[in-house]
């Protein structure tokens, strides 16, 4: 009887018992679980980083663009021709950045900018230049390569100096001495315009507008079809709208565009045509602001 049943007992404990190709689907279906949330994670990582990411980009744009409005809708005629009122300029050959769209491009154009304004007793001379800067954070040049920092730099002199025209010379003084005096205003920055508007709307350009004071140079400048001009407003001519478009690329895009070694031409170009194929991940800012004291 003992024995009968202790093989019995045996006999009932392995049938309870596990095979090894039950083990082996067991760790199988586990593994795929496993797998499914890490992939879950990862994407639900990835969107909140890019999401992160955007509203970086767009507070610091929205910043910028607020900068810049409230500055330029104070901008003033100094009249006298050889006053600098607005002036404007490209510093950059333009790039061509492909779009969703099938055979659709966007133009992006890098400018610096300069005008005039009052304060009290005081003109103050303002530039904004895209510029490349070093390890240290201090800007070294401008930026070639299509991609680099909004800057910005400001002087003054008192009212009786008003017709000294260093006031424009020590703002848009190309020397790296000063250019080491612009301070960063956002990084990224792969379009940085201004294009002015007379009192109807109209933009103003190299035809004769009769809306706009005597005073004004205007300079086109065509980049495939695409005609893009430069201004010199001096005297007492000012435009009465300038519209501010800026461009700024996300973090990610930017950290995997300065990874290209030192400009050599095959990493331009590798830099330029990855450039061009990141239209998604660029976000475009564009703002009319009122000039106030235009005539």
């Known amino acids: 009887m003992t024995a009968i049943r202790i093989v019995t007992t045996a006999r009932a404990e392995r049938q309870r018992a596990f095979t090894i190709v039950e083990l082996l689907v067991a760790i199988s279906i586990l593994t795929l679980i496993v797998l499914v949330l890490y992939g879950l994670f990862d994407q639900t990582q990835r969107a909140l980083r890019s999401n992160v990411a955007q509203i970086d980009v767009h507070e610091g744009g929205r910043a910028g663009m607020e900068l810049l409005s409230r500055e330029m809708e104070q901008m003033q005629a100094g009249n006298a021709l050889t006053n600098v009122n607005l002036f404007t300029r ?52 401008f930026a070639k390569a299509g991609v680099g920092t ?40 792969v379009h940085f315009c201004a294009r002015a508007y007379d009192s109807t709307g109209a933009l103003i350009t190299n035809n004769f507008n009769p809306n706009i004071l005597s005073g004004v140079l205007v300079g086109a400048n065509v980049f495939n079809n695409d005609v893009e001009y430069s201004y010199a407003f001096t005297n007492r ?26 400009p050599t031409p095959s990493s331009f170009v590798a830099a330029s045509n990855y450039l061009a194929r990141q239209a998604g991940a660029v976000h475009l800012f564009r703002q009319r602001v009122p000039i106030r004291m235009a005539k």
């Open 237 to 262: 001519a000012l435009p009465a709208y300038v519209e501010i478009e800026l461009a700024v690329l996300e973090p990610h895009v930017l950290e995997r565009f300065k990874s290209y070694p030192t």
């Open 90 to 141: 490209f510093t950059a050959t333009p790039s061509r950045q492909t779009l969703l769209n099938p055979g659709e491009e966007r133009t992006n154009l890098l400018e610096e900018v300069y005008f005039l304004s009052l304060l009290n007793k005081d003109w103050i001379g303002t530039g904004y230049r895209v510029l490349a800067m070093n390890t240290n954070g201090i800007a070294v040049g």
């Open 150 to 189: 909004l800057c910005r730099f400001s002087t003054n002199n008192h009212v009786a100096n008003v017709r000294n025209p260093s006031l424009y010379s020590r703002v848009m003084d190309d020397t790296p001495a000063n250019l080491a005096n612009y301070q960063r205003v956002i990084d990224g920055v």
